[in-house]
């Protein structure tokens, strides 16, 4: 009799209690995520997905002691799966990608209050139900083991099969990941986007892949020493200088929230000679990168002049070469280069980045005084009037500077001090956008005020001030959604929403008294601008990313964006979503982009052959 037992209580032990269990934490997150985040899955039972997590239940329970054990183990897990991806999505746009791993400690510091206080009980309380639930018996583990080493073979060894029996299943869209996560769900989502990743592990390019690309996008031969040389030379200035001075401020979530039509202001959130000043250059507009977050993105295309496609944060993952960026190119002409936020220097790995670009000094968090906080971002004017300290007997002694300053106040929560008292009301906006609404009246104030001592102090410098990104105002776009500026979900923008969702105000002074109307101008064009303005003599590789004659490509993950000169704007969404008559224009610049891609890994993380790239008549091709 006890044998007849024997095999019902295993199958209950082994797999319906696991089954239970994550079926309950399953429908019970899910639940959570759409109220707390409004993400919901397509399917009320998505079929394979709780398959998967009902397979890794099973594994799992050969290496806890009990249903108890198996419960905790799985929860830390599961709340990362589930409110995890839901609250990227409402926040920044997608879902966790692999990518995300190496930004972890990054996103990790963005948190505060409850959600910092969660993620570090999800890390917690998985080192503890690991620490208090495994149980060494050999054949339970040996099997669980097995169970879970299965998939994460073919998953290393062929992961290129994976993606493509999984894309062949559940369909795939390479430019809505959210579309692609509500689709799959979570577990399903994370196997089929790592599967890809891993598939798309790619070595530097060759030597013949870069001269190729590199005929294709500039016939002429790109100088060595633009990159660590002493032969560039900038044009003198009138007063006989070596070179103009090169002032880059980037403002931290900075936009423009007048744009959110229906909602009554009490007075225009931005100060009033601020908005003289921008309408003057036609409300120019910079198209950054990424949404809501992700700063170091936007930095990188500014300061170094390539394109980031892929969700990914590049200083923390490509990376890896020193770099003939902007800093390094006007360093090789003689110019001091500068780069102050007053963040920790760890943050998104700039202590390591900056110098790769060509920084000679990096002033960071323990470099500033901080004596206008605002929680823990340092106000605008402080830093302004620190960095103008530190300016000043560089731009006594001569030499020519670059100074790049990366403001920290406006970043999220958008918290003021009580020397910044709210200023801006409307009986139409959430607690959050009014908030935000006060930040951007104060940083348009006192970046005015800086702009004029600047100015005053170096009257023929090269001034550029830019938004990182837009600022989030709500899970799902919520402020843009209800002002229809763009679409709750992704997979719902219109072509010019692509566009939106990443405009911010530019403003760029060429030593003269007003700013120069450029249109919508993509922020990897940024340091060729720049190098041309000063009539640099070296060819740099920001030659290699000018675009095709009257066409603005504005890539994001996923897809890219062409605008034309008469302000047609096309998004390229991939064959099966782009119109015929775009196919050949999506075409061409996907192909484009594609050469640049190549550049790119050369330069960040590859040999750099593109720094000696040979004449047509050169033996090496």
Request: glycine share 8%; aromatic share 10%.
């Amino acid at each position: 009799m006890p044998m007849l037992h024997q095999p019902r209580a295993f199958l209950l032990d082994r797999l319906l209690w696991p089954a239970i269990i994550v079926a309950t934490q399953y429908f019970a997150l899910q639940a959570l995520a759409v109220h707390l985040f409004g993400v919901e899955l397509d399917r009320a039972v998505p079929a394979v997905d709780l398959g998967l997590h009902i397979l890794l239940a099973v594994a799992l329970r050969g290496l806890v002691r009990s249903q108890l054990a198996l419960a905790l183990l799985l929860l830390p897990l599961m709340l990362l799966m589930h409110l995890g991806n839901a609250f990227k999505i409402a926040v920044l746009g997608a879902p966790i990608l692999p990518d995300d791993l190496a930004a972890l400690p990054a996103l990790l510091r963005i948190l505060d209050g409850g959600w910092l206080w969660l993620a570090v009980a999800l890390g917690l309380g998985t080192l503890a139900a690991l620490a208090f639930t495994l149980r060494f018996e050999r054949r339970p583990m040996a099997g669980a083991l097995a169970l879970l080493a299965l998939p994460a073979l073919l998953l290393v060894l062929a992961p290129g099969h994976v993606a493509s029996l999984m894309d062949g299943y559940f369909g795939h869209s390479v430019w809505n990941q959210p579309g692609n996560y509500r689709e799959r769900g979570p577990l399903a989502y994370w196997l089929q986007e790592g599967a890809r990743h891993l598939a798309r592990q790619e070595g530097p390019p060759d030597a013949e892949t870069v001269y190729a690309a590199h005929r294709l996008l500039a016939p002429d031969p790109l100088l060595p020493a633009s990159a660590s040389g002493g032969e560039a030379r900038a044009t003198p200035t009138a007063d006989g200088r070596p070179g103009r001075n090169v002032h880059m401020i980037v403002l931290e979530s900075f936009w423009d929230p007048s744009q959110l039509k229906g909602v009554r202001w009490s007075q225009d959130p931005f100060a009033r000679d601020f908005r003289r000043l921008w309408k003057s250059a036609g409300n120019s507009r910079a198209l950054a990168p990424v949404f809501g977050g992700y700063t170091a993105n936007s930095e990188f295309e500014a300061l170094c002049g390539l394109p980031v496609v892929h969700d990914e944060v590049i200083f923390e993952t490509r990376l890896r070469n020193p770099v003939p960026c902007l800093p390094a190119t006007l360093r090789a002409a003689g110019y001091a280069t500068m780069a102050s936020h007053p963040n920790v220097p760890a943050f998104w790995n700039r202590h390591n980045a900056y110098p790769r670009m060509g920084f000679d000094l990096f002033l960071a968090q323990s470099d500033f005084v901080l004596d206008d906080m605002n929680d823990e971002y340092l106000g605008d004017a402080s830093l302004y009037r620190q960095v103008l300290e530190r300016l000043d007997p560089l731009l006594e002694s001569g030499v020519p500077v670059f100074n790049y300053v990366l403001t920290f106040f406006g970043h999220l929560d958008y918290p003021l001090n009580e020397n910044r008292p709210p200023v801006i009301s409307a009986p139409d906006a959430d607690e959050r956008l009014l908030a935000y609404a006060n930040t951007v009246h104060y940083k348009t104030r006192e970046l005015m005020d800086f702009l004029k001592q600047l100015r005053a102090r170096d009257p023929q410098a090269l001034i550029v001030v830019f938004g990182d990104h837009l600022p989030f105002l709500g899970p799902n776009y919520a402020a843009y959604a209800d002002a229809g500026l763009l679409a709750p979900e992704r997979g719902e923008f219109t072509d010019t929403m692509f566009v939106d969702m990443v405009a911010t105000p530019l403003l760029v002074f060429d030593g003269g008294p007003r700013p120069l109307a450029l249109g919508d101008l993509p922020l990897y064009q940024l340091p060729g601008r720049i190098v041309a303005a000063l009539g640099l003599s070296a060819e740099t590789p920001f030659a290699l990313t000018a675009t095709p004659p009257g066409l603005a490509i504005r890539p994001l993950p996923g897809l890219h964006v062409v605008r034309d000169a008469d302000g047609n704007t096309v998004a390229c969404r991939g064959d099966e979503d782009t119109a015929p008559e775009h196919a050949e224009l999506c075409q061409g610049t996907a192909a484009w982009l594609a050469q640049v891609g190549t550049i790119k890994a050369d330069l960040l993380f590859g040999h750099q052959y593109v720094l000696s790239a040979p004449r047509d008549d050169d033996p090496r091709i």
